[in-house]
């Protein structure tokens, strides 16, 4: 049983007591495990969760503590029979129960056959369990928590919807039991997807849309994530913020999916728990875990533009004993060099590298240590496109009027966590990180074009372009349940701390300029500049500090509260100058602080149903910088939620449906007249209101869907400039939805082949219009149709698996994002992005 031996639950001697022993025996031995009680144990640690079954029922647990290490359970509520409580709790974990023949004691042993259990009324035995015999195949697996680390974490689970989320409560709470609205996109959507961007993955969450200069495949590192109508470029890492904090250098584009298990989408305001944030919500990576069981997979795409990439995934014990556990991540992309790209003169390269190193400690404490490096060499383009009296001109999707215009970002990001189990109620965890990033770029840009009387030319200027940012943070949080007055509550005390420093330094030549003819443009590859003229250098210093509590209430007759609160204070300075060695500071250091509450309320009258209603405050200081440095002044937002969840098939089918409204002043935009620097502009209040459904799971066997709708409408009520007052603001449309199923057969003769297709709707788009106009022009709705196929069988071992994705596949023109600038009266430059074209993606995966 392990160097530990047996763990023997002693709270089921100590408080089931005599009377518990005398009445198991006066009850027949096959009738106990059919007594009918009631449960009350909360989402949490295994271990704890078997300690309250053992209390309640006054039954002997017996289990190996190495099998319960690294595990949580749902939890378990209402009245249930022995047998059935096991059942629930044990679901998804790997484990089975053997009940003893008196029906007095329980042995938890690993699962070996999918179905089986062992019980005092005559199912079938288990098998013995071969301790270090020969791994089964990959197709024999269980497929539901292989590796002991949860459902999220399993590479074989087909689930496209998981139980539990952390990102909204930071506890683990189911999201059925959760009064805000949390969705995940899980590992089986990524591979039947054959996703490769964060676009691509988050277009299965309602409200949520991704812009930038990723839109279209060029892969440069600019971008931001839009919840709920307003655009932020901060994301979390395993609950770390990851973001460019004013330096311009976010990533969010070139954000690598091969360490991720799955993605977390919190919405509305998360400043109660994670601090300054823009309003519409979080969205939170979740990395894959070292498994104490050996996985290893290796996988390989080529698809359309010449786009080549390759991912390795290896995770095991170091250890014998499984206390020493490991998990490499690493992948490589070759997308459009040198034979092709959906735009002329842009191409890109990847190198991503993810070790992660685990001890276990003791059976309570563990120390995990992450490292992450990615290189990423992208080109720059801005979507120019030339435009006559605010009319854009009809021109190849994939025309380029600059030149190649390298740009590559480096990023090295760690991070250290421990956590220590007290008992069965308390708990505590820190984490610790630090993030260095590097972004230089040299670009020949369009300015302007001139009409020489025989042809229009497009007149281009030179630059370059460094950028820096290093960061360090780290939080604790102790979790603790306990009970008073017959309500439960897990009880959550934390803060954190956050620093960012950041550097930029700008070198353009509006002196000399290049031309290129506007309709037959032929690209000379003329050198960039061989004098570089400083145009601006601006650094910033933040250091933010927060501390916040909360508490779920679980109360009688299935209610449930949640409650928290959030100080939150931020110091920030600046510099500026013509050259980043001679700046001069500002005036006066920043500095802000503010209260962000959160309520909630939720009513569980089913298992099946959940209503809740939700209030949050919502906090954010120094979102980016206002030309030509200075920070933009804090913004504040509240918002009010109310929704209803579904759940259907043991929780393999689930539904969520809600109202919002979400106003917010000092709302941050990208300030077009200073392009490509980092700068926004503020508008004085804006609101956000309209309706989200999300649908995701298992219809049937085999059959799985995800389905989303938002209507929402995002307008500026708030204004300096009365004609803005009841206008459209930013660039998300009112409609939105998505669509994608698949079908995986289940009869012997068409076994391992999956089919399957969607297809994502965006209606018009706003344009920006800053050419003074006052056009209030937009994009065109569009809709897109993507298809998939698979297939999976078994050779010598290894699970492969051949799939190919096409996307897009009526090749339909639409645009990611358009804003006409102050020269498109007349002939003039705007701004357009093109989305993706009809694309192919093949794949051969190997797992074993």
């Given at each position: 049983m392990g160097a530990t031996a047996l763990a023997t639950v002693l709270g089921a001697l100590a408080i089931g007591g005599a009377d518990d022993a005398r009445a198991h025996a006066q009850i027949p031995d096959k009738e106990i495990v059919e007594i009918v009680r009631a449960y009350s144990i909360p989402a949490g640690r295994m271990s704890t969760a078997l300690t309250r079954l053992a209390d309640t029922s006054g039954v002997l647990i017996?289990?190996?503590?190495?099998?319960?290490?690294?595990?949580?359970?749902?939890?378990?509520?209402?009245?249930?029979?022995?047998?059935?409580?096991?059942?629930?709790?044990?679901?998804?974990?790997?484990?089975?129960?053997?009940?003893?023949?008196?029906g007095k004691s329980v042995l938890i042993v690993l699962a070996q056959n999918d179905g089986v259990r062992s019980d005092a009324v005559g199912a079938e035995a288990l098998p013995p369990i071969d301790v270090g015999a020969e791994a089964r195949t990959p197709a024999e697996r269980r497929g539901r928590d292989y590796g002991g680390a949860g459902a999220g974490q399993d590479p074989y689970n087909k689930s496209y919807v998981l139980p539990n989320a952390s990102t909204g409560t930071k506890t683990d709470t189911p999201v059925m039991e959760t009064p805000l609205n949390i969705q995940s996109v899980t590992q089986q959507v990524l591979r039947d997807q054959q996703a490769i961007t964060i676009e691509q993955a988050l277009q299965n969450v309602s409200g949520v849309a991704v812009g930038g200069g990723g839109a279209f495949g060029g892969g440069t590192p600019y971008g931001d994530i839009n919840l709920r109508g307003f655009a932020s470029d901060v994301y979390f890492r395993n609950g770390f913020r990851m973001g460019p904090n004013g330096s311009g250098i976010d990533g969010i584009s070139t954000i690598q999916l091969a360490n991720i298990s799955s993605i977390e989408v919190l919405k509305g305001p998360g400043a109660t728990l994670y601090g300054l944030l823009e309003p519409g919500g979080v969205v939170n990576i979740v990395t894959k875990e070292p498994l104490n069981a050996p996985y290893y997979s290796i996988d390989q795409q080529i698809g359309s533009f010449a786009n080549y990439r390759t991912t390795i995934d290896a995770t095991g014990p170091v250890t014998k004993d499984g206390d020493w556990l490991y998990r490499l991540n690493m992948s490589y992309q070759n997308n459009g060099a040198p034979f092709g790209s959906p735009i002329e003169l842009i191409h890109g390269q990847d190198i991503f590298i993810a070790p992660t190193l685990k001890w276990n400690i003791?059976?309570?404490?563990?120390?995990?240590?992450?490292?992450?490096?990615?290189?990423?060499?992208?080109?720059?383009?801005?979507?120019?496109?030339?435009?006559?009296?605010?009319?854009?001109?009809?021109?190849?999707?994939?025309r380029n009027y600059s030149e190649h215009s390298p740009d590559t970002l480096k990023t090295f990001f760690s991070a250290l966590t421990w956590s220590h189990q007290f008992d069965n109620d308390w708990s505590i965890k820190q984490q610790i990180a630090f993030k260095r990033a590097e972004d230089a770029s040299s670009f020949r840009l369009p300015a302007f074009v001139q009409d020489t009387g025989t042809r229009y030319l497009v007149e281009r200027y030179s630059g370059e372009s460094a950028r820096q940012q290093t960061a360090f943070s780290t939080n604790v949080d102790v979790v603790g349940h306990f009970d008073t007055f017959g309500a439960k509550h897990t009880l959550l005390l934390g803060g954190d701390f956050y620093r960012s420093s950041t550097g930029s330094q700008n070198f353009i030549n509006f002196t000399s300029f290049s031309e290129i003819d506007l309709f037959n443009?032929?690209?000379?590859?003329?050198?960039?500049?061989?004098?570089?003229?400083?145009?601006?250098?601006?650094?910033n210093l933040q250091d933010t500090a927060g501390f916040y509590l909360q508490d779920q209430i679980k109360l009688p007759y299935d209610f449930s509260i949640l409650a928290g609160a959030r100080y939150q204070y931020i110091q920030q300075k600046s510099a500026s100058g013509l050259t980043a060695d001679a700046l001069t500071p500002?005036?006066?250091?920043?500095?802000?602080?503010?209260?962000?509450?959160?309520?909630?309320?939720?009513?569980?009258?089913?298992?099946?149903?959940?209503?809740?209603?939700?209030?949050?405050?919502?906090?954010?200081?120094?979102?980016?910088?206002?030309?030509?440095?200075?920070?933009?002044?804090?913004?504040?937002?509240?918002?009010?939620?109310?929704?209803?969840?579904?759940?259907?098939?043991?929780?393999?089918?689930?539904?969520?449906?809600?109202?919002?409204?979400?106003?917010?002043?000092?709302?941050?935009?990208?300030?077009?007249?200073?392009?490509?620097?980092?700068?926004?502009?503020?508008?004085?209040?804006?609101r956000s209101k309209g309706v989200e459904v999300d649908i995701q799971g298992e219809i049937l066997p085999g059959w799985s869907m995800i389905a989303t709708y938002t209507n929402q409408e995002v307008r500026t009520t708030k204004d300096e400039n009365p004609a803005q007052i009841g206008q459209r603001f930013g660039r998300d449309p009112r409609n939105m939805a998505s669509l994608w199923s698949t079908y995986e057969f289940q009869t012997e003769m068409l076994k391992g082949l999956k089919i399957g297709g969607g297809a994502i709707y965006r209606d018009r788009q706003p344009i920006y219009d800053l050419s003074g106009l006052g056009l209030q022009m937009s994009n065109p709705a569009y809709a897109t149709?993507?298809?998939?196929?698979?297939?999976?069988?078994?050779?010598?071992?290894?699970?492969?698996?051949?799939?190919?994705?096409?996307?897009?596949?009526?090749?339909?023109?639409?645009?990611?994002?358009?804003?006409?600038?102050?020269?498109?009266?007349?002939?003039?430059?705007?701004?357009?992005?093109?989305?993706?074209?009809?694309?192919?993606?093949?794949?051969?995966?190997?797992?074993?």
């Open positions: 017996v289990y190996d503590t190495t099998l319960t290490r690294t595990l949580t359970t749902r939890g378990l509520e209402g009245t249930h029979t022995l047998n059935a409580a096991l059942e629930e709790l044990l679901s998804g974990s790997g484990l089975n129960y053997e009940v003893a023949a008196d003791d059976a309570a404490t563990s120390v995990k240590l992450e490292v992450q490096y990615d290189e990423n060499r992208s080109a720059i383009t801005f979507g120019s496109t030339p435009a006559f009296n605010g009319q854009f001109l009809s021109l190849p999707r994939n443009p032929v690209h000379p590859g003329t050198p960039f500049l061989a004098a570089p003229v400083p145009s601006g250098a601006v650094s500002s005036d006066k250091v920043t500095t802000a602080e503010a209260v962000t509450p959160r309520f909630g309320l939720l009513w569980r009258p089913e298992q099946w149903v959940s209503v809740y209603g939700h209030y949050a405050d919502g906090f954010g200081a120094g979102a980016g910088r206002i030309f030509p440095g200075t920070p933009a002044a804090p913004s504040k937002a509240q918002e009010f939620e109310a929704g209803v969840k579904l759940e259907w098939f043991d929780g393999r089918l689930r539904a969520t449906a809600d109202y919002f409204n979400l106003a917010k002043t000092n709302v941050p935009s990208t300030d077009y007249a200073h392009p490509g620097l980092g700068f926004v502009v503020l508008t004085g209040e804006v149709i993507n298809l998939m196929a698979a297939y999976s069988f078994t050779f010598s071992g290894l699970k492969l698996t051949a799939q190919v994705n096409v996307s897009n596949l009526l090749d339909t023109t639409y645009y990611a994002e358009t804003a006409l600038d102050p020269t498109a009266s007349g002939m003039g430059l705007g701004y357009r992005l093109y989305g993706a074209p009809r694309t192919i993606l093949g794949s051969l995966r190997a797992e074993f």
